[in-house]
């Protein structure tokens, strides 16, 4: 049975977005049963979770005493277990693998960037001069997705691990109301989030958050 590594509590602004939401949806996609372990924010830089996360973040997976860490990994690793998740020709394949890089290391990034700008530094100066830079940044990407989908459901024909991840980092713009400036882009992300699988994965992670917030001193 795969153990999953979820934070017991998070602020507001991060429920619904933590990573282990990726995993979630991935295992409910390939209808594979797992557990979840929470630990306190406080356990994180344990040696004990050092040893499964190597930079104390979440998510990190174990099953039958194999560990794996980073969300791109764990989900890589339960789609190749599910053709719910990645075909079996190699060609399917790849293209997933390639649409799987893209989601976090070509658009994550100008997303992330964003969001470190909008919600951790709000107010600062160097925030503010470099805001419209990284809307510029994020549009691009955009942008160019959205040519990419065209017409198209889903990035590659049928739903993959490619769109799961894809649409998790567009949800990570939800402080913003840039996807909603493009329309097939905003349909595709709620194409995927509407799943039943991704609906489940939410849910499950907000209700772990439930009476588990910090009593203050
Ligand atoms: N690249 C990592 C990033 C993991 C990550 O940023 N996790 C966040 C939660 S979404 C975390 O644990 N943050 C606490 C910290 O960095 O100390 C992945 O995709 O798994």
Redesign the pocket.
Known sequence: MITLYA?RW?PDF?QG????L?VRWALEEAAIPYEVRLIG?EE?TSPNYLALQP?????AIEENGAKL????A?VLDIARRSQALMPRDPGGRGRTEAWMFAA?NSVEPAVASLGEIDIFAAGQAWATQRHPAAVEAVNLKLGRLQDWLGDRDFLEGAFSAGDLLMATVLRDLGHTDIVEQYPRLMAYRDRCIARPAFKKALADQLQSFEGHAPVAA
């Open positions: 934070y998070v991060a977005h933590v990573r282990d990726r924010l994180k930079f104390g973040q979440v998510p860490f980073e969300s791109g764990i976090l």
